[in-house]
């Protein structure tokens, strides 16, 4: 059974996401659709294992994790029971730090 725990984006990580897929779908609409829909799919899986994703290298020492769905890196934290999206990179880019405090 799935666990209950919520998850929730900020504005910022969404704007991300949509800034990555956007610049796919210049080239690909299905490749950009279909990285959406693996970052969505592999988030339900955080859902029941919020500890899945690695912490990020660039932060040691913070309660921030990522989970890497090429070619996206995507950083979250947990509050309680929630899980909460702060930041959607690719894969080749440094994460703004910022974001991660």
Known sequence: ???????SWTAPALDDLDDIAAWIARDSPAAAAELVRRVLERLELLRARPRMGRHVPEAPGSRYRELVVPPCR???RREGAALVIVHVV????RPLLGRLR
């Open 1 to 7: 059974m799935a666990d209950p725990r919520t998850l």
């Open 90 to 93: 690719r894969g080749e880019r």
């Open 74 to 76: 995507i950083m979250y």
